[in-house]
């Protein structure tokens, strides 16, 4: 059972760069999330969905965007990378509200 | 605004011991308190997982006591292995609401040999 995969595991970008951050889940879970977590920090939701074409902004949303287009797949887009960008990002799902959310391994992001 | 408080930040313990991990809340209408275990490199795993009409729940070695008054719960380590060296997050969500968990700062345990 691969759960929650993230793309790529690791990754540096210079300031003003783009990139997407991968997720996919194979456990056909309605609920997806996005956290950063950085050091003493805990995790800090980002965006969050509950449903194909349905997302919604969490605690630190400014700098990102999603998209939800199947129940699968939950990309997570950083159009102008900046340095306050550097982070790990964890990707989760879980079946219902509630439940125990499944976390991804995590992509470990640079913005230099 | 934290709204879910975790200490202590870092915690040793000699093997065998029982580290404790306290968490506090704000938010009365959360409803639904896990703990999450996180190895380096790893994604957090629910460990265990407690709902406020109980006040204690185990699940092996891990034991979460529950205070609705007080608004604290906290994770109990039983017999405790060099294996459980991790970091702890504790959480809380609101059954009712679709918006993910709010997690405690986290605490990194050392179990030593």
């Known amino acids: 059972n691969a759960g929650v995969t993230q793309t790529p595991k690791f990754r540096i970008l210079k300031i003003g760069q783009s990139m997407t951050l991968q997720c996919a889940q194979d456990m056909n879970h309605n609920y997806m999330y996005w956290y950063r977590q950085d050091p003493g920090m805990g995790l800090k939701l980002i965006y969050y969905?509950?449903?194909?074409?349905?997302?919604d902004k969490g605690e630190v949303p400014n700098g990102y965007n999603v998209s939800r287009s199947t129940t699968e797949d939950f990309p997570l887009r950083l159009e102008l990378a900046a340095p306050s960008q550097t982070s790990v990002y964890f990707c989760?799902?879980?079946?219902?509200?509630?439940?125990?959310?499944?976390f991804g391994d995590g992509t470990r992001l640079s913005i230099l | 605004q934290q709204q879910v408080k975790q200490s202590p930040q870092s915690l040793i313990v000699q093997k065998g011991g029982i580290p404790i991990i306290n968490c506090a809340y704000e938010?009365?209408?959360?409803?639904?308190f896990p703990w999450y275990q996180q190895f380096p490199g790893k994604g957090p795993a629910l460990l265990i997982a407690?709902?406020?009409?109980?006040s204690e729940k185990k699940e092996g070695r891990f034991t979460i006591s529950f205070n609705k008054s007080a608004k604290q719960f906290s994770l109990h380590i039983m017999d405790s292995q060099p294996g459980d060296s991790a970091t702890y997050f504790c959480?809380?969500?609101?059954?009712?609401?679709?918006?993910?968990?709010?997690f405690g700062k986290g605490t990194h345990l050392i179990i030593q040999p």
């Open positions: 407690i709902r406020p009409d109980v």
């Open positions: 959480a809380a969500s609101m059954i009712g609401g679709a918006d993910g968990l709010t």
């Open positions: 938010n009365t209408a959360f409803d639904y």
């Open positions: 969905s509950v449903g194909a074409g349905i997302t």
């Open positions: 989760a799902s879980s079946r219902q509200i509630g439940q125990p959310q499944h």
